[in-house]
């Protein structure tokens, strides 16, 4: 793939970490709010679930085309805690951390994500990608 498809992937990986940021932030308020929401079919593992399939994918590929470039550990171990911090909150969270440590551990791992892919982003976008390429 080619270093825009790279970046899109960035983008769409930040986008989709974020979503789980806010997802997690904004239900609560949401539902107190508006009550009538729990009505919809969406539940919160089903959520959970379908962002990690979809974050999953987006972030390896992303991450790995980058790395591949520039060469920098920093971006694959953020994204490894992140996406692995996902997968484990999102399938296990619930019963071995509780509602509200589940969501801090969401949270947490978005935000190693939404690091890694920032790092990457930038690193890709710069000159580091070329230079690495060259040596």
């Known amino acids: 793939m080619n270093k825009p498809a790279q970046l899109l992937l960035d983008r769409l ?4 970490s974020a979503l789980c940021a806010l997802h997690c932030i904004a239900t609560p308020l949401l539902l107190v709010l508006f009550p009538s929401l729990l009505a919809l079919p ?5 959520y959970h679930m379908l962002m990690v399939w979809l974050v999953i994918p987006t972030s390896s ?7 591949s470039n520039h060469k920098d ?12 911090g996902l ?13 509200v440590g589940e969501k ?27 230079k ?3 040596e």
């Open 42 to 46: 969406v539940g919160d593992h089903f």
């Open 104 to 130: 801090v551990a969401t949270l947490a791992a978005s935000l190693f994500l939404v690091a890694a892919h920032w790092r990457n982003y930038s690193l890709c976008r710069s000159d580091s990608c070329e």
């Open 73 to 84: 550990t920093k971006v694959l171990a953020l994204a490894v805690v992140g996406i692995v």
């Open 132 to 134: 690495a390429k060259s």
């Open 61 to 67: 590929i992303a991450v790995l085309m980058g790395c």
């Open 87 to 99: 997968s484990v909150s999102a399938i296990y969270g619930h019963d071995f951390l509780g509602e």
């Open 13 to 16: 990986a930040i986008t989709g």
